[in-house]
């Protein structure tokens, strides 16, 4: 396979969906959307657990696991599995699946397709969990990122239109669509969280469409206004990451394009003021995974690993960072030669989701882990899937 530039990849895929500009319709508005052959809903149906892999049961966990696998109809069937020892639950079937993102409050799901069209025709649609109705957002759009509001009352998301990017903001009580920026400019505008307090949207400017940043941007929700909050002139800005209603984001800059090595920085929002974390020739500055945030807001879970300096053997370190003291702990090391070992979500404020601690190379392997290294438990082989998010 093809390998992606060593920055892009350690930085910013899994984080970014990158698009070049394309002319592309303005969201309609709820009511005058069409039916949505594409996605299929029926009674939920459990599926067994497969081949040899036990039941989940951790009771110290109250959150469950959305995932996606292949259906053999065709498209993705998304599933929700929960740590009650339950075997998984069938949510809804989705043509070409590009994004799941869980509402905070647990009500909905915010779903992100493709139509067969291609690009200028994804399809934003909510599933509510609690009978599994299907409520439409938006169509024939290119939609880059999502965001829900702490409250699980609104989503923001950014979408290419009329050869600019536009940030749109969807009232869920009201079902109206609201446009908050509008950017003709050179590179796209996209979303990384709602911040402070839900009052305002953490924005983040990509380098003339590329996979990295050079500005960071607070957009308020009302009135509708934008202010730049840090510039970086040398475009090396790659991870901009904040908890969802946080005062402060996390910044990672590079040294070059070609070096892999990170500079991360903690960024008060209100203030403005940079307090460095972790230096470039520190051991944990080659940064491979995008950051997660614990529950109170007060750490990240990310990814080390000295194969994106060194090559494709090496080891993945997952280790837990203390945003506010900048202290770095390990929580485990995986001989690395296939997939990236990496955290994906917090499940309390002691116990990580995390794949392919076993050092598995082929598909997605779930696993839990406390963040000081015990209690690791395999939960589901994912067969050629994918986790999406998770749900309270």
Not at 29 to 42: A, D, F, N
Not at 45 to 55: D, H, Q, R, V
Not at 262 to 274: A, E, N, P, T, Y
Request: aromatic fraction near 6%; include cysteine.
């Amino acid at each position: 396979m093809k390998q992606l530039p060593i920055l892009g990849t350690f930085l910013v895929v899994s984080i970014l969906i990158a698009c070049a500009p394309v002319a592309s319709p303005a969201p309609a508005s709820p009511s005058t959307l069409t039916p949505l052959p594409v996605i299929e809903i029926g009674t939920p149906t459990l599926i067994p657990t497969l081949g040899s892999e036990s039941a989940w049961l951790e009771p110290a966990v109250h959150k469950s696991i959305v995932f996606e696998r292949p259906s053999l109809s065709g498209g993705q069937d998304i599933y929700r599995l929960s740590p009650d020892g339950s075997p998984p639950t069938k949510l809804t079937n989705i043509y070409n699946l590009f994004q799941v993102l869980a509402s905070p409050n647990g009500k909905y799901l915010a779903i992100q397709t493709r139509l067969p069209e291609g690009v200028e025709h994804d399809v934003l649609v909510l599933l509510s969990l609690s009978d599994l109705s299907l409520n439409p957002v938006a169509e024939n759009t290119w939609i880059t990122t999502l965001a829900w509001a702490p409250s699980g009352d609104a989503l923001a998301y950014t979408q290419w239109a009329n050869n600019g990017v536009q940030v749109i903001l969807y009232d869920l009580t009201s079902q109206k669509l609201q446009t908050l920026l509008e950017w003709g400019g050179s590179g796209p505008w996209e979303i990384t969280a709602w911040v402070l307090g839900g009052e305002k949207l953490l924005l983040q400017h990509l380098a003339g469409g590329g996979l990295l940043s050079d500005q960071v941007a607070l957009l308020s929700i009302q009135p509708s206004e934008m202010q730049i909050i840090y510039t970086d002139s040398t475009k090396l800005t790659g991870i901009v990451s904040a908890a969802t209603g946080g005062q402060v984001a996390l910044v990672t800059q590079a040294v070059s394009t070609t070096n892999p090595r990170v500079k991360l920085q903690r960024l008060d929002l209100i203030s403005g003021s940079f307090t460095p974390l972790i230096e470039r020739g520190d051991a944990n500055a080659l940064v491979a995974s995008v950051l997660d945030w614990s529950p109170d807001g007060k750490r990240v879970a990310f990814t080390v690993s000295d194969r994106i300096e060194k090559g494709t053997s090496g080891v993945d370190k997952i280790v837990v960072l203390d945003v506010g003291s900048g202290e770095v702990s390990i929580v485990t090391e995986v001989a690395g030669t296939g997939i990236l070992a990496r955290p994906l979500a917090w499940l309390s404020d002691e116990i990580l989701l995390a794949r392919n601690l076993g050092g598995e190379a082929l598909d997605e392997v779930l696993y839990t882990i406390r963040v000081d290294g015990s209690g690791m438990q395999r939960i589901l082989n994912l067969s050629g899937g994918r986790f999406l998010t998770t749900l309270p």
